[in-house]
């Protein structure tokens, strides 16, 4: 089945580790997204990329990195310098190639990771 | 001013009810989607619309592009209706298929 996969669904960390969420698809989709949804918000954009080795800020990168050497795979590292890490991660993934726009396209989204820094 | 606004923030309703989500946006689009997340947490595109009406089952979407604002209809709503509905929009002056989301409306269907 094609689909996006996201792991693990629930994370526990120390405070002052860096931890690694997991984002794989298979559905040969060029870009991909990671999103922070905390309660009471919408969902906001922390990194995106368009094509392989390539990657962009979306609003709220800090404390975040990212990496793309595969078209299949997105990881999101949080890293120790983001201030309030708890929250739900998703990740999602359209067809969509680096400038083009689309009035069809659509996003697919994973599962989610819940983080919680204890 | 969030750029994408919703209302209600939370919404119950009786089982059997006609349920109306509104979503109005302040910028120029080239599309607005509806997102269903249930409680597990796992979103599900509803609808993609760049102008006019959608219906896929008992749900019905529309969007009038000159006012800036959107609904979305649950005829008939279910328990099983109960969910987060999110609205996001591809804005106009931003490439590929980044969205802008909406906090969301929380929908609560009773038997």
């Known amino acids: 089945d094609g689909g996006i996969t996201q792991s693990p669904k629930y994370l526990f960390r120390k405070e002052g580790q860096n931890v690694t969420l997991s984002c794989e698809q298979n559905?040969?989709?060029?870009?991909m997204y990671w999103y922070r949804q905390d309660p009471g918000q919408g969902l906001r954009l922390i990194y995106y990329?368009?094509?392989?080795?390539?990657?962009q800020k979306g609003d709220i990168a800090e404390g975040y990195s990212v990496s793309r050497e595969k078209k299949e795979s997105f990881p999101l590292t949080v890293t120790s310098a983001q201030k309030n890490p708890t929250a739900f991660y998703l990740c999602?993934?359209?067809?969509?190639?680096?400038?083009?726009?689309?009035?069809?396209?659509?996003?697919?989204f994973g599962p989610g990771t819940r983080l919680t820094v204890l | 001013k969030n750029e994408v606004e919703q209302s209600p923030q939370n919404l119950t309703a009786q089982e059997g009810e006609f349920i109306t989500i509104n979503c109005s946006y302040s910028?120029?689009?080239?599309?607005l989607h509806w997102l269903q997340q249930h409680p597990g947490g796992g979103i599900v595109s509803l609808f993609m619309?760049?102008?006019g009406k959608k219906k896929h089952g008992r749900l019905i979407a529309t969007i009038n592009i000159q006012e800036k604002h959107s609904s979305l209809h649950i005829t008939a709503s279910h328990p099983r209706d109960s969910a987060v509905y999110i609205c996001?929009?591809?804005?106009?002056?931003?490439?590929?298929?980044?969205?802008?989301f909406g906090e969301g409306t929380q929908l609560t269907v009773n038997p």
């Open positions: 999602a993934s359209s067809i969509e190639a680096s400038g083009v726009t689309s009035s069809y396209n659509e996003q697919f």
């Open positions: 559905l040969n989709h060029d870009a």
């Open positions: 990329s368009q094509i392989v080795n390539d990657f």
């Open positions: 910028v120029g689009i080239s599309a």
């Open positions: 619309l760049s102008s």
């Open positions: 996001a929009v591809r804005l106009q002056e931003t490439s590929g298929s980044r969205l802008t």
